[in-house]
C-alpha cells in the first residue's frame, strides 16, 4: 500500500490538474529530463527505473495506485534521475512543478507533508536493496513475488494483478535473464508457481513464504 502522509489528497483538491492516461510502455517521464510536474498514480502500475548502459537499466521500484511521482526531482529543482514508464495502462493526475511549489510553499504542513512522502519512498527503496543483497537468486524472486501479492493482489485464479516479463523480474531481483528463465522453471518444477506471458500464478503461497526465508514476523 503507497505511503503518502495525505499529499496525494491535498494535490488531487487543486484546480489546475490534469487527468493523464498511459498505456502499457508509454512513458510519463524519462531520465534527465527537465522536472515537468508531479504524477498521482489513480490506477494502473509504473515501474520507476535507471539505465545502467545502452543495453541495462535496473527498475528500483513498482508504483500502483496512491503514489506519487517526480517529488524528488521538482522539489529539488534538477532533472528527473530516474525514469517512469507504464507497464499497464495507467491513470495519473498531473500538477505542474510551477503550481506544486505555489502550493506547498503556501502552508508550512504541505512542507512536512512532502518531507514525509520522500522519507517512506526511501524507506522503501532501502529495504527492497536491502532484501536483495542478503539473499542468494531463488530468495530475492519468492521474496519479490511476496512483496507484489501484497501490494497488488491476486485474482480469482490465484494470478499476480500485474504482468511483468522476464526482463522486468530479472530486473528487479538483480538476476540475469537467463538466469530468471532459469528459477521460474525450477519454480514450476516444486509447484510454488507458473508463468506464462507475463502472468504468474501462485499455486503454494505457504512454500513460497519458506523459500524466502522469512522471520516469523513477517510471516504473521
Not at 529495504?127 to 536483495?132: L, S
Not at 528487479?172 to 535473464?177: G, M, V
Request: net charge negative; with cysteine; hydrophobic share 40%.
Amino acid at each position: 500500500m503507497a505511503i503518502n502522509n495525505g499529499l496525494e489528497e491535498i494535490i488531487k483538491n487543486q484546480k489546475n490538474l490534469q487527468e493523464l492516461i498511459f498505456h502499457k510502455n508509454e512513458p510519463l517521464f524519462m531520465e534527465n529530463e527537465p522536472p515537468a510536474g508531479i504524477y498521482c498514480i489513480e490506477s494502473g502500475s509504473v515501474k520507476i527505473f535507471k539505465e545502467e548502459s545502452a543495453e541495462l537499466s535496473r527498475i528500483l521500484h513498482l508504483a500502483t495506485a496512491g503514489e506519487i511521482l517526480g517529488l524528488h526531482s521538482v522539489v529539488n529543482s534538477h532533472p528527473y534521475t530516474n525514469s517512469a514508464v507504464a507497464i499497464s495502462d495507467t491513470r495519473a493526475c498531473f500538477i505542474t512543478s510551477d503550481d506544486f511549489m505555489e502550493l506547498i510553499n503556501s502552508n508550512n504542513t504541505y512542507k512536512l507533508l512532502v518531507m514525509k512522502s520522500l522519507c517512506s519512498r526511501i524507506d522503501s527503496m532501502e529495504d527492497h536493496i536491502v532484501r536483495i543483497s542478503e539473499k542468494m537468486s531463488d530468495e530475492r524472486f519468492a521474496d519479490t513475488l511476496l512483496m507484489l501479492i501484497d501490494k497488488y493482489g491476486l485474482n480469482r485464479t490465484k494470478e499476480l494483478n500485474i504482468k511483468l516479463s522476464i526482463d522486468e523480474l530479472a530486473s528487479y531481483t538483480c538476476t540475469s535473464k537467463s538466469y530468471m528463465k532459469k528459477i521460474i522453471t525450477e519454480f514450476a518444477h516444486r509447484g510454488l508457481v507458473t508463468f506464462s506471458s507475463g502472468s504468474i500464478r501462485v499455486l503454494n503461497l505457504p512454500m513460497l513464504k519458506t523459500t524466502a526465508a522469512l522471520s516469523p514476523a513477517r510471516q504473521a
